[in-house]
């Protein structure tokens, strides 16, 4: 599959306006992203609610009562933490799918086909009578995210005028926060809302899933995977269209080489694993592990619920987290601004040091005045809240958007939607893994669950001192020469690359 993202800022520009209709374009296709966050951010809350819970999860609820037992174990049910990973598990195994309906039938119909799955999911979730249907209706808003996070920062990659290109990427990071903050405000209003609050939460999602629906029957294909498929006519006229001038001849062009190159190589994935493809193959795939195991999503899922551990109400928990939620959103703004400036590398190291101290003062507040039972006292509890929010902002500049704007920069063009289609899915099983267990890892670990993650907080900053090139202002074609063949450790791949291919022509 070919996705041409041959120029950005710093390369040749073609020339390219950018139109009312792109922008329609881009505010639709990005509307898979609000759906994305809003999954996120609603099942935290839904899992805190007492009438969901007595519904679907009574022993839960049980225990839920008599929680001055035990703090960190009250929501800890194998069950429960199903409900909230399914989607991650299904959205994994979804991502392979839409790699390939993506090639063969183009963006938008992935989109499309993400739009279905998400409303006959929220349909079955939303509707649950018993505990079967809530899972399924899960498991397809996971296959929604699947296809929705393949095909949408694709199609935006390609439909972007090249100057634009990398803030573009970051505003499907922002979609995801301001879902993520959407949920968070609906939680909130709906839990007060008896018995069938959480039905109201649920469904919501329908709302944007809608949108994407029609909408992404006013946009249009994009050129690449028009000119991809042979149609190549609609491409150059699709491209006359987003680009807003006559004369796209040179772009039209590239797109054709880049097809030609990419068709050339006939199975991307083996080409993963040759030594060449070592460097964005290992960076792209360890950072979607560190991306989770910064531990945000304990946060972004289980907020409401940390926030009732640490002793207080179930409105004040939910509210916390729509104070975390809108922190989330403000501080992306702070990545989108200074990505480009101070580059990758300086945020991704900032923010270690940033969050390591966060996690250990939350850690050794919950170690020191927590008990298995009882309550923070209100000053320790506001501590914790501020120091999840501070924690939240470092995420929100570093790890979040760099975890998907690192691997959609660095594959070289022959092997990118594939490696791309590897990291979204690596992403997910962490993110399921996370969803799995914390709940399990709380009650088991306690406090301690806050050193765990500084420990790997601690591992990626070192990760990314040594084995994390700059890769700000490179052009996306020139990693190899300007990057990889520079870096200390890379160099190596790239030299048993040459010297292999010296040997081929010699034979
Ligand atoms: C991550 C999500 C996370 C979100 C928080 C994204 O980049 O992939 O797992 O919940 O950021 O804003």
């Known amino acids: 599959m070919a996705v041409v993202i041959s120029s950005n800022g710093n390369s040749k520009a073609f020339d390219a306006k950018m139109t009312v209709y792109v922008f329609i374009c881009v505010i639709i296709a990005a509307v898979g992203g609000l759906i994305f966050g809003y999954d996120i951010g609603i099942s935290g809350g839904v899992t805190a609610m007492d009438d969901f819970l007595k519904e679907f999860f009574p022993s839960v609820y049980e225990r839920k009562k008599h929680a001055h037992e035990n703090n960190y174990c009250k929501y800890d049910n194998q069950f429960l933490q199903l409900f909230t990973s399914s989607l991650y598990l299904a959205a994994l195994v979804a991502s392979f799918f839409a790699s390939a309906t993506c090639s063969k039938l183009g963006r938008r119909p992935t989109m499309q086909l993400a739009s279905i799955f998400f409303l006959i999911g929220v349909g079955l979730a939303a509707g649950a009578v018993n505990i079967y249907m809530l899972i399924i209706g899960r498991i397809l808003l996971g296959f929604g995210v699947g296809f929705g996070n393949q ?85 150059k006229e699709t491209l006359k269209k987003i680009r807003g001038v006559e004369d796209v001849d040179e772009e039209y062009e590239s797109i054709v080489h880049a097809c030609d190159i990419a068709r050339q190589v006939k199975d991307p994935y083996t080409k993963l694993m040759k030594p060449a493809s070592r460097p964005p193959f290992v960076i792209g795939m360890l950072l979607q592990f560190f991306q989770q195991f910064t531990g945000i999503n304990a946060i972004m899922f289980y907020a409401p619920v940390l926030f009732q551990t640490v002793g207080f109400g179930n409105d004040a928990a939910l509210l916390s987290a729509v104070v975390t939620g809108t922190i989330n959103v403000l501080s992306t703004f702070v990545g989108i601004f200074l990505v480009d400036k101070t580059g990758r590398r300086f945020l991704l190291l900032q923010s270690s040091v940033h969050m390591l101290i966060c996690q250990l003062v939350i850690g050794i507040i919950l170690a020191k005045d927590l008990d298995v039972t009882g309550t923070l006292a209100r000053p320790q509890a506001l501590v914790v809240v501020i120091f999840v929010c501070v924690y939240v902002m470092g995420f929100a500049w570093s790890w979040g958007p760099l975890g ?21 899915s690596c992403n997910m099983f962490f993110t399921f893994v996370i969803a799995q267990a914390f709940l399990s890892m709380l009650c088991a670990m306690k406090s301690g669950i806050f050193f765990f993650f500084s420990g790997w907080i601690v591992v990626m900053g070192l990760f990314a001192l040594f084995f994390v090139p700059e890769t700000k202002g490179v052009s996306i074609d020139d990693m190899r020469d300007s990057v990889w063949k520079l870096h200390w450790y890379w160099k190596r791949f790239m030299l048993e690359e040459d010297e292999h291919d010296v040997e081929k022509r010699t034979d």
Request: with cysteine.
């Open 151 to 235: 095909a949408v920062p694709l199609f935006l990659s390609e439909i972007a005028p090249a100057r634009l290109r990398g803030g573009l990427n970051i505003v499907f990071q922002l979609m995801v926060t301001i879902g993520i903050l959407i949920a968070n405000i609906v939680n909130y209003f709906t839990s007060s809302i008896h018995p069938y609050g959480w039905r109201i939460a649920l469904g919501g999602a329908g709302i944007p899933a809608l949108i994407l629906l029609f909408g992404s029957l006013l946009i249009c294909e994009t050129p690449t995977s028009l000119i991809e498929r042979n149609k190549t006519k609609e491409g």
């Open 404 to 424: 998907w704007l690192i691997p959609s920069e660095t594959f070289p063009l022959e092997t990118r939607t594939e490696g791309f289609a590897l990291a979204v």
